[in-house]
């Protein structure tokens, strides 16, 4: 491996690093609570953020295959600081809803572009075998970040309440923005065509891509898991309130969570060298199995400890998803050209973007309608079928 290649992947860590301080994440239904928001807009907006990234996913892919990638990785983190300056100075019903928006479109930029700058940066420099750990470590900074921020967003938001958060937030996305003009820009494929013939190659990119038998199954299967992940993860906090958990803990349970999703990141290649791919996403569907249970069970006795258990077990869980995430992305740019890598790329996201709006808005619906446990039972009975495709997996 040659050193010089660590500096550039080194600034694009410590960047996401920053760009994860995100303090108010484990406190959020609280600040939609204190601005006159109920839970019902919660997962209206968290839906509403995920089909923002469905629908920019492609494009956004796109472009990041057309203009310099770190421009649009700097663009990208623009837009998430428009959302955070909104929210420090005016922050009400639409302001809340078009950050969400704000935060899609971010991380539609973002995704698709990162990990496609990652691998072309190994393979500038002959090295492409290095992207499963070199990936792995970059979704270790930023769980790591997000882990580090939630533990003190919650404490903080104790003493201090939201200004101090989203202000902290400011300072930190700013100085990731500033330490990305430092990212050396990559030589990429780059050919001026017609926006009609842009239309018509990503269309054909994600039809070859839907197609590929070697990767769309890899795609579907981890798009049901983001999209499960996305119920459990955005339940926490309402959950939690509900069973009478005390508010500093929320931060304690984030941190978990996102701490064993930066273990589960840096330890995927050691991992899935050792047993396999098919087998991590084997594990995962026993676990979040598990973890359904587990949580019908704890809705209905609605007790703190039982509750806190329930969600360090899911926590364990996702750990154990991000190892199948992290292996199936890198597996699937060991397999598609770099002309189209932020394309193709952003049709893994936007499948799993819209597993997660989707599953988020069904279950608001049986929320509204029905009961959170009748939610779960409803995703229960979903999630079986997941049993479709880890079963070609595993067959592959």
Not at 34 to 51: E, H, M, P, R, W
Request: with cysteine; charged share 15%.
């Amino acid at each position: 491996m040659l050193q010089k290649n660590d500096k550039p992947l080194n600034i694009l860590n410590i960047t996401v690093l920053f760009q994860q301080q995100r303090y108010v994440i484990p406190v959020l239904f609280f600040f939609y609570i204190q601005n006159g928001l109920t839970l019902s807009d919660f997962l209206l907006f968290q839906s509403i953020f995920y089909f923002t990234g469905l629908i920019a996913e492609i494009p956004a892919g796109y472009i990041g295959d057309i203009f310099p990638r770190k421009n649009v990785l700097i663009f990208s983190y623009c837009l998430f600081i428009v959302r955070i300056i909104l929210w420090i100075f005016c922050p009400n019903y639409l302001t809340i809803m078009l950050g969400e928006i704000l935060y899609g479109l971010s991380k539609a930029f973002y995704r698709g572009v990162s990990d496609g700058y990652i691998y072309d940066y190994l393979k500038e420099n002959k090295i492409t075998k290095e992207m499963l750990p070199k990936y792995g470590r970059f979704n270790f900074y930023m769980s790591t970040g997000s882990a580090v921020s939630c533990l003190i967003g919650a404490y903080l938001y104790r003493y201090f309440g939201f200004t101090v958060l989203l202000t902290l937030e400011l300072c930190f996305n700013t100085l990731a923005v500033l330490m990305l003009f430092n990212l050396p820009k990559l030589p990429q494929y780059k050919k001026k065509i017609k926006f009609k013939l842009h239309i018509l190659r990503i269309f054909h990119i994600c039809k070859r891509a839907l197609k590929n038998s070697k990767i769309n199954v890899y795609m579907f299967y981890s798009a049901i898991l983001t999209g499960i992940t996305s119920i459990f993860v955005w339940i926490f906090q309402p959950f939690m309130k509900s069973a009478g958990v005390p508010v500093l803990l929320f931060g304690y349970v984030y941190f978990i969570n996102h701490i064993l999703r930066a273990v589960g990141s840096l330890n995927a290649n050691k991992y899935i060298e050792k047993y396999s791919l098919e087998k991590a996403g084997v594990l995962v569907y026993i676990l979040y199995f598990i973890s359904f249970i587990l949580l019908v069970n704890a809705i209905e006795i609605s007790n703190k400890y039982i509750c806190i258990t329930t969600v360090l077990f899911i926590c364990i869980a996702i750990g154990i998803q991000m190892v199948f995430n992290v292996g199936s992305l890198s597996r699937i740019h060991n397999l598609i050209p770099s002309i189209s890598r932020a394309t193709m790329s952003s049709v893994n996201s936007m499948l799993a973007g819209l597993f997660s709006g989707l599953f988020l808005m069904i279950f608001k619906f049986l929320v509204d309608y029905h009961s959170q446990k009748a939610a779960i039972i409803f995703f229960i009975i979903i999630f079986i079928g997941a049993i479709i495709p880890l079963r070609k997996i595993i067959q592959n």
